[in-house]
């Protein structure tokens, strides 16, 4: 045990996702020296869930078993004890769960957790400790009447995304509330605290209740992002006494105490052990791009999302801006766009003859700007923006049935990128010096769609392998966490980490093609909103 303690300190991140509980462990030099993961559905069969959660028979109300979550974390533990993990190596730990869920504690919960049996699995000493059974995730769409309840509440949607980030969302946690506390009043009323899944998942290191972080609790539709305090008028609109039941919440980069007696027990934890504030698993991808200000990421796969790193908060009706989780004076922002691989693989298919070679020469092969024809191909409801079809527009703006093939597929790749780019500025996005354009994903392998990204964006553009981001961001928060008590910033803290790859630099043309075709999308964009839904 001495020995293996000499080797030098390390940091575990955990995220809580979906579909699985993952761990990595990173030492100083912040290199993996441990992973595994707990997959629910395969290795947790008793709790019946398909993807990790339960769609209900309206379709709409999507839960997860929480002591599910519990018995997980026995389980990768008790692998991580077989494999000879040295718990005791580690100084700090954090953690990311998905965004938007919430744990509803029993009333004597917080008692418990103070007194775990080290002889005994969470899961058992934790059994009746929920006075909610099937925590609502963020899949969950039944809320529909209590996001327009809480929009007539504050003044409209508007409002509710200058003050929280964010519009009213299904998903999103304080409607989520106000639905338990009408659907299952006695549950509600024996809640002594209600949890993200992040700050859940922190308490149980912890042995008690652990604050929410700015960042997770973004995404509640309750925080003001600009005073990082709960919104009174929210919480009104959701329950009286809210804050009683949320407690407060804190930086993200805090440090909230040492592990529980019962991981230095049962697993050999040291008592030296941080834990620091766990976040949503957006934020911690954020920290595990080591994203900086003036940075973009565009995550290219079935979906396409984008994470901004800004300084000054623009909330607006579509996306939502977040607290940032590694400097407590940002904001970050993310897109989610429903129309990406599919896409791109149908124009493939159709333009470019089922073959990703064709599809590459075809875009080497046009000029940038596509000799001013554009197209939008929302091949299903677009979230960003909310429309839906194929529009087609040649260079005088004239609406078109139909691109020759080559065109076609350079107006795809040329559109999608420029509607990343209107909305990102739309939020508070603009390019500065230096800035990076940070891609990952399936579509990010496929050098000539990258260089239209950094045409598009003018500005480089590097890839980045983000398949382990949240986990790995959180291994990142936890060494961070324990440095920022002397003030150094997260940037400096991880600068160790392998750096992302150069993968494209713009053409000399690009901003005098762009700048104004950008200003021409938003205008094609306003008339295809106005156009009638089919
Ligand atoms: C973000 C969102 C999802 C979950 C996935 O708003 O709902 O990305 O965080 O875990």
Redesign the pocket.
């Known amino acids: 045990m001495m020995a293996a303690a000499q080797d030098g300190p390390l940091y575990l991140g955990f995220d809580f ?2 579909q699985q509980l993952k761990v990595v462990a990173v030492d100083g030099n912040l290199s993996v020296v441990h992973q595994d993961n707990v997959q629910f559905d395969s290795e947790l069969p008793e709790f019946r869930t398909q993807g990790g959660v339960h769609i209900h028979a309206d379709k709409l109300t999507v839960t997860s078993p929480v002591l599910m979550w519990v018995k997980a974390l026995d389980l990768l533990l008790d692998k991580m004890k077989k494999a000879g993990f040295d718990f005791s190596r580690v100084i700090g730990l954090s953690g990311s ?5 919430s744990v509803y504690w029993r009333r004597g919960a917080s008692e418990t957790l103070k007194q775990l049996d080290p002889n005994r699995d969470l899961h058992h000493l934790l059994r009746d400790s929920f006075s909610v059974a099937d925590a609502p ?3 969950d769409s039944s809320t529909g009447h209590q996001c327009q309840d809480l929009q007539a509440a504050v003044g409209g949607p508007r409002r509710l995304a200058e003050i929280t980030g964010s519009r009213a ?1 299904e ?2 946690t304080g409607n989520q509330i106000a639905k338990v506390r009408h659907t299952q009043p006695e549950s509600y009323q024996h809640t002594e605290r209600i949890s993200l899944v992040s700050s859940f998942a922190a308490s149980l290191f912890l042995g008690d209740y652990a604050a929410i972080d700015f960042s997770d609790g973004s ?1 509640m539709n309750l925080l003001d992002i600009r005073s990082r305090t709960w919104s009174e008028v929210c919480l009104d609109a959701v329950a009286p006494q809210l804050d009683r039941l949320l407690g407060a919440p804190l930086p993200s980069t805090s440090v909230l105490g040492g592990v529980s007696s019962y991981w230095v027990r049962r697993f050999g934890f040291s008592e030296r052990c941080r834990v620091v504030a766990f976040t ?3 934020p911690a991808s954020l920290a595990g791009m080591r994203l900086q200000d003036g940075d973009i990421a565009v995550s290219l796969g079935t979906s396409d ?1 984008v994470f901004l790193w800004i300084q000054e908060p623009r909330p607006a009706l579509e996306g ?1 801006v977040f607290c940032n989780p590694v400097d407590w004076r940002a904001y970050m922002a ?1 897109l ?1 766009f429903k129309n990406g691989s599919l896409t791109r693989e149908r124009i493939r298919n159709r333009s470019a003859g089922g073959s990703w070679e064709r599809f590459s020469a075809t875009l080497r092969e046009t000029p940038l700007g596509n000799g001013g024809n554009i197209g939008f191909f929302f091949d299903t409801m677009e979230i960003t923006p909310p429309a839906v079809g194929v529009h087609l527009f040649d260079s005088g703006d004239k609406q078109v049935s139909s691109l020759s093939p080559q065109v076609e597929v350079r107006a795809l790749v040329e559109g999608q990128f420029l509607s990343r780019r209107l909305h990102a500025e739309r939020l508070g996005y603009s390019i500065i010096p230096g800035t990076r354009v940070l891609a990952t994903g399936g579509a990010s392998s496929n050098k000539e769609i990258l260089q239209v990204l950094s045409d598009v964006f003018n500005a480089p553009v590097y890839t980045i392998d983000l398949s382990n981001s ?1 986990c790995l961001g959180s291994a990142y928060r936890a060494l961070h966490g324990l440095a920022a008590e002397s003030g150094l910033s997260f940037f400096d803290a991880v600068k160790k980490a392998s750096n992302p790859q150069l993968a494209a630099t713009p053409h000399p043309t690009a901003q005098e093609v762009y700048a104004p075709m950008l200003k021409r999308y938003a205008l094609l964009e306003e008339r295809v909103l106005q156009e009638p839904r089919l």
Do not use: E, K, P
Request: a neutral charge; hydrophobic letters at 25%; charged letters at 10%.
């Open positions: 996702s979906t769960g998905q965004q938007h869920g995730v963020w899949m969302y998903r999103f995404g949503g698993d957006n999302t939502h993310l989610c949240a």
